[in-house]
Structure formats: structure tokens, C-alpha cells
């Protein structure tokens, strides 16, 4: 069965611009997770959404950054005014529920010049 | 201090080595353990995961949780060149949210 898919695979833009970056889940799975991961550093949580439950954005490092998710399937989390530390690969994961193990996609390689 | 440390490496070893990856952690309320791996410009790939002190074994990689000391471990037996890879630990807090907290990853190079 297919795995987790992220578009774009890589995004090259300018200082100040807004990102959209989108994650499809693995069918099934109603928990979706957000993380970043900076060069040279572990992954960092940013978001993550179970069903219908208000999501917990307690990683999110502004307000610059919000995300998405349409019912059980696809998110999108967005940069606003991109700054040249957001640069980093954004990876999704998606799970059966909470505390099943996390599958990710490839990740977002996001460099902002 | 991080929650979760883990030796950055690199960890260069030859092919058929017993290759040995250690994490430790501190906030006992950690529960889930999980093992990734992850190649150059690829999403991390679950190798293991449990929940339970002691050994947790699948074919050539072993987990350990030594909850008493907070250490977990994983243990890759006759390893191969296609081995070689970014080895990262990942934990669970019990009412985190589910969220993982992950060490920054061991890099591992296996030779021929």
C-alpha cells in the first residue's frame, strides 16, 4: 500500500513569502503528525492531529506557522513571511492512532534564500 | 540538558560487526521507545518499538530498554554495508500527546 506522500519533494523561495507544504496520510490512519528537522539537529515536533480533536500546536515556534487537516486525510501546514532559519526538511508522519508507531514521508527539503 | 541524548557519531565499523547504539533519556514518565533509521535525503524508517523493559529482538537488530537506568539500546548483528544510515532513538511521555521526542542521531558507517 502506499506510504505517507509530501509535495513538494523540494521548495526554493525568498525571504518574506508564504509556503504551502502538504502531507496525504496513510489510509486508515486518523493521528497525522508535523515535525522539522534542521541541519545538524533531531527532529523537532511541531503538530498533530487525532480525528476530530482539536489539534495540539504546542511545537509550532510562531505564529508565523499553522497547519491544516481536512477530516481524516490530507494537511497542509503553512509558513507565512518565511524567514532564512525556517530553512529545514519538513516531515509528516501519520499513525493508526495515538501511541501506534509513526510512519513518515520523505519530508519537504524547504530552503528559503 | 536534552531530554534525549544520543552520541552523534560518526560510528565506522566493519562489515559483520556487532554495531551498538545507545539513547538515554530523562523523564521516567518516557513509556514508548522506538528505533529509526534514516537514509541521505529519505523520511526516517521504523525499525522497532516497544513499550517494556528488556530485549525486543527481529532478525539481525535487537532493542533494549533498561527503564531503571533510563537507557535504550539497539544492537545490529553481521552488519552490511546497506546498513549504513542515520540511526535515530525516539520516545513517547505517557499524556505527551503522542508526540515523539527524538535524540539528533547516530550516524553509521558500515565498510566493506
Known amino acids: 500500500g502506499a506510504g505517507v506522500s509530501q509535495s513538494p519533494s523540494n521548495k526554493v523561495t525568498e525571504k518574506g513569502k508564504d509556503v504551502e507544504l502538504r502531507c496525504d496520510p496513510i489510509?486508515?490512519?486518523?493521528?497525522l503528525y508535523w515535525y522539522r528537522q534542521r541541519l545538524g539537529q533531531g527532529l523537532e515536533f511541531l503538530i498533530y492531529?487525532?480525528?476530530?480533536?482539536?489539534?495540539?500546536k504546542s511545537g509550532l515556534p510562531s505564529d508565523r506557522f499553522s497547519a491544516e487537516r481536512t477530516g481524516e486525510s490530507v494537511s497542509t501546514l503553512t509558513i507565512q513571511r518565511t524567514q532564512q532559519e525556517d530553512s529545514a526538511v519538513y516531515l509528516c508522519?501519520?499513525?493508526?492512532?495515538?501511541?501506534?508507531?509513526?510512519?513518515f514521508g520523505d519530508g519537504t527539503r524547504l530552503s528559503i534564500l | 540538558q536534552k531530554e534525549v541524548e544520543q552520541d552523534p557519531g560518526p560510528l565506522s565499523v566493519p562489515e559483520g560487526a556487532i554495531v551498538s547504539l545507545n539513547c538515554t533519556y530523562s523523564?521516567?514518565?518516557?513509556?514508548?521507545f522506538m528505533w529509526y533509521r534514516q537514509y541521505s535525503r529519505k523520511g526516517p524508517e521504523l525499525l522497532m518499538y516497544?513499550?517494556?523493559?528488556g530485549n525486543k529482538e527481529d532478525g539481525r537488530f535487537t532493542a533494549q530498554v533498561d527503564k531503571s537506568s533510563k537507557y535504550i539500546s539497539l544492537f545490529i548483528r553481521d552488519s552490511q554495508p546497506s546498513d549504513s544510515a542515520t540511526y535515530l532513538c525516539?520516545?513517547?511521555?505517557?499524556?505527551?500527546?503522542?508526540?515523539?521526542?527524538f535524540g539528533t542521531g547516530t550516524q553509521l558507517k558500515v565498510e566493506l
Open positions: 523523564n521516567s514518565a518516557f513509556q514508548y
Open positions: 516497544t513499550y517494556s523493559s
Open positions: 489510509s486508515g490512519h486518523t493521528a
Open positions: 525516539a520516545i513517547i511521555l505517557t499524556g505527551g500527546g503522542n508526540k515523539l521526542t
Open positions: 508522519a501519520s499513525s493508526q492512532t495515538g501511541n501506534q508507531p509513526q510512519h
Open positions: 492531529f487525532q480525528g476530530n480533536s482539536a489539534p495540539d
